[in-house]
């Protein structure tokens, strides 16, 4: 609310190309999304990103977080090939400063997102290629190194390899082992585990990677929604093929 108070000042008093300004509507952007108001973010990003790349360059810091911040919307609202392209023109744009460790957490944290939404697209073997770059690029980063297994292990799952997705989410599981760990991540990990589990009719091992992502998903999200019917249709898949 104090930004917007503040943007509704400064767009009276400062032309649509002052730095203040392209500042503070960035921030409104941030916000906008981090409160997963996606749509509003997407559009507020498509207002003043062409002002801000005519002003400052595309080259800019700024013109970056705000191109990740609507890449990350249209992915979070299912544009997933609008995302992509974003993503993509980023990476470009940092291979060709010729600074190879100056950019590593950048390339790899676009590598990482242009490999989701190859996954999202249904294209696991373009996923793999980008999301084994940025683990190569992730050595210094283990929560995310943690993450990039679960989710290679997931493109291992969509092209049909469940015992390779199963060793990519072991070595997520012993990553996480070792680090603070959210409950989103203990539950997708333990969710994910128990899909590829009840794929290969290892039952008993499924229903207890199923009691592990319950409990995950009862320390944060208690309300019913589309995690806990996930289950119950897990629960009920490995009730069917138990005979009961």
């Known amino acids: 609310v104090l930004v917007r108070d503040s943007i509704k000042t400064l767009r009276v008093t400062l032309p649509s190309n002052d730095y203040f300004r392209l500042q503070a509507e960035a921030v409104l952007a941030d916000l906008l999304e ?7 973010s997407r559009e507020l990003s498509l207002e003043i990103l062409p002002v801000l790349e005519a002003t400052l360059g595309a080259e800019h810091l700024l013109g970056f977080y705000l191109r990740m911040n609507l890449a ?11 995302a992509e392209a974003l993503f993509r023109a980023d990476l470009a744009r940092y291979e060709s400063r010729g600074d190879p460790e100056g950019t590593r957490s950048a390339r790899r944290d676009l590598h990482h ?29 283990p929560v995310q190194q ?15 390899d469940l015992d390779t997705a199963l060793e990519e989410y072991d070595r997520a599981g012993a990553l996480y082992a070792s680090l ?13 585990r128990a899909e590829v589990l009840l794929r290969l009719e290892r039952l008993d091992e499924a229903s207890a990677q199923l009691d592990l ?32």
């Open 146 to 160: 943690a993450t990039l297994h679960m989710d290679i292990g997931s493109a291992w799952m969509q092209l049909g």
């Open 113 to 141: 997102r242009i490999g989701n939404c190859r996954t999202n697209l249904l294209d696991a073997e373009g996923a793999l290629e980008h999301l084994e770059a940025a683990l190569e690029l992730a050595h210094d980063a």
């Open 213 to 244: 992502s319950q409990r995950a998903l009862e320390d944060g999200w208690r309300e019913p929604g589309l995690r806990h019917i996930l289950i119950a249709e897990q629960r009920a898949r490995l009730a069917l093929a138990r005979g009961n």
């Open 34 to 40: 981090l409160d997963q108001r996606f749509a509003e």
């Open 72 to 82: 990350v919307c249209e992915l979070r609202l299912g544009n997933f090939e609008r």
């Open 180 to 192: 603070p760990s959210s409950f989103v991540n203990r539950f997708a990990l333990a969710n994910n």
